[in-house]
């Protein structure tokens, strides 16, 4: 089904995409290198030296929590601009119809209509199909 956005709705939905894409990267570039970030090193280095395991490990999670998030996201993003590029951005990835312009304002790189994005989510709490 052909989107209903228009040439202008499209184009700031485009724009809002690039400017989301240019964060992340920048975030998680950030974050990357934080990792060799010496301060960080030494902090990481003195929670083991004085047997405070439990709070490295801690730290270590959130790290890694925050980079997946974030990397996620940009997923998303390079898949919205894949969409973009082959015609399809603005319809739902799964029924075909348009996901609603007021949605994709919300979140650009949304790629399901609402009950789609609703089923796809229930399912993954309940796991992979078992049939
Ligand atoms: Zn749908």
Not at 26 to 48: C, F, H, V, W, Y
Not at 70 to 93: H, K, Q
Request: with cysteine; charged share 30%; glycine share 4%.
């Amino acid at each position: 089904m052909p989107s209903s956005l228009t040439a202008a709705e499209r184009a700031a939905l485009v724009r809002q995409l690039e400017s989301r894409r240019r964060t992340l990267r920048a975030e998680l570039t950030a974050k990357l290198s934080a990792q060799d970030n010496p301060a960080l090193i030494g902090l990481r280095n003195r929670m083991e030296e004085t047997d405070d395991w439990a709070v490295a490990d801690l730290e270590t999670a959130l790290d890694v929590a925050e980079v997946s998030r974030d990397a996620g996201e940009l997923r998303e993003v390079e898949a919205a601009f894949a969409r973009v590029a082959d015609g399809t951005y603005g319809e739902c990835v799964d029924c075909g119809k348009n996901i609603p312009h007021a949605r994709l304002v919300a979140n650009p790189s949304a790629a399901r209509c609402i009950p789609c994005q609703e089923r796809a989510e229930a399912a993954q709490r309940r796991g992979p199909p078992t049939l």
